[in-house]
């Protein structure tokens, strides 16, 4: 299966011109949502969208009618095909892997549930402090190899000039998910231990960094284009706390992936957090929307790129008022390099698919009026 390797490791072309010649780039390396995530011009702004391969898609229902969500994720033909599937339906800029954050946590030596819960459960759920010495090493190339396939399926179905997006939680939200056994209100647990055992936590939090290093990398060797770091529940912390328990291990973890690979630094609740999560590292900040994108823009300052940041819920209402909410985001990004639009959050499953399509071909439209 040919799959496509990143420019720094494409072989020298053969050529019988003396002059050294650049080898050529594959397609997706000129796309719209590349451009932006490198801050350089675009002809229209690129749009995807987080959970754009979920529940308001009759595809995926259809699929899910006969098989539990983690068996989909485990079946690289069936999670490649979702991929694929979804990013063409709505036109989007990108396809996300089909997967999900919490697939780690099984080789980490938890069970996972997703139909259990108001959200996904995971067992046991991770309290004593004697546990956590005897976390095993995460061996991805073997227990997440079904990953790594679906990577390499995908990107050989996409159309070669359409970019797609690995991802994986960030350590505080997957160390959130593991303390708390599932989603929590107040993350009482998860800071108890953070403030009562500071030794331990830094302990996790460094073991959750080394395995989730090793699973970014599996999937950008398998093909993946730009990595989104997930820390969905970052915005429950103070920033003091923030800056003391998790921006040094994020800062480990974006250290520990390749140069020339764009990562997204995406988090929610986080308007408080957001120079912190610039300073801890992404080349692109995801923003969800609560906070206005101009300013938060203003803040993060002129050479950030920043991604963003429709309220979900939006997509619920009538067409005329989709158009003014994209008009008014993209007003905000007032034309400046590195923007990729984006919602606040992830799509909600009754979500009318048309909304979902009309809103990329608003994107696109309007932000080539602006330009
Ligand atoms: O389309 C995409 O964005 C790619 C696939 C994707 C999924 N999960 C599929 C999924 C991605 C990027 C994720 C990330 C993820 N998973 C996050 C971070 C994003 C966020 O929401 O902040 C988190 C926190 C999880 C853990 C998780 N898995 C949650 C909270 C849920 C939702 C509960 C629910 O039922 O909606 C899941 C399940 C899940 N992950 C579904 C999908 C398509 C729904 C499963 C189903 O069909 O029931």
Request: net charge neutral.
């Amino acid at each position: 299966m040919t799959s496509y390797k990143q420019p720094d490791t494409m072989p020298e072309l053969r050529t019988t011109n003396p002059e050294p010649r650049a080898p050529s780039l594959p397609p997706w390396h000129d796309s719209r949502f590349m451009r932006a995530c490198r801050r350089q011009p675009v002809d229209a702004t690129p749009v995807w969208l987080m959970r754009q391969a979920g529940r308001y898609l009759k595809e995926y229902r259809a699929l899910r009618a006969s098989t539990p969500f983690l068996e989909l994720c485990k079946n690289p033909e069936l999670a490649a095909e979702l991929t694929v599937m979804a990013a063409k339906r709505i036109g989007a800029d990108a396809a996300i892997l089909f997967a999900d954050l919490l697939l780690i946590a099984e080789p980490m030596g938890f069970r996972i549930e997703y139909d259990k819960g108001p959200g996904p459960l995971v067992r046991p759920a991770l309290r004593s402090g004697t546990s956590l010495t005897h976390l095993p090493e995460v061996e991805s190339q073997d227990s997440l190899a079904y990953v790594f396939e679906a990577v390499r399926r995908a990107r050989a179905a996409l159309d070669a000039s359409l970019p797609l997006i690995g991802f994986a939680g960030a350590p505080f939200t997957l160390a959130s998910y593991l303390i708390e056994g599932g989603p929590s209100k107040t993350f009482r647990h998860t800071k108890t231990l953070m403030f009562s055992d500071a030794g331990e936590w830094h302990a996790l939090m460094d073991y959750l960094v080394r395995n989730l290093v090793k699973y970014t990398r599996g999937q950008i060797e398998a093909g993946v284009q730009a990595v989104q770091i997930f820390d969905s529940w970052a915005g429950c912390l103070a920033p003091a706390h923030y800056r003391e328990f998790v921006l040094p291990h994020m800062r480990q973890f974006f250290a520990g992936l390749p140069q020339g690979v764009p990562t997204i630094h995406f988090a929610t609740g986080a308007g408080a957090l957001l120079k912190d999560m610039q300073d801890a590292g992404g080349d692109v900040i995801g923003l969800d929307f609560r906070v206005s994108l101009g300013e938060a823009w203003n803040r993060l300052g002129p050479q950030a790129a920043v991604q963003g940041n429709l309220d979900p819920t939006v997509l619920f209402a009538g067409s005329p008022y989709i158009r003014k909410q994209v008009r008014s985001i993209l007003s905000e990004a007032a034309g400046r390099r590195g923007h990729i639009f984006n919602l606040g959050h992830g799509v909600l499953p009754e979500t009318p698919v048309e909304h979902v399509t009309a809103l990329i071909e608003m994107v696109h439209e309007e932000s080539q009026v602006l330009r």
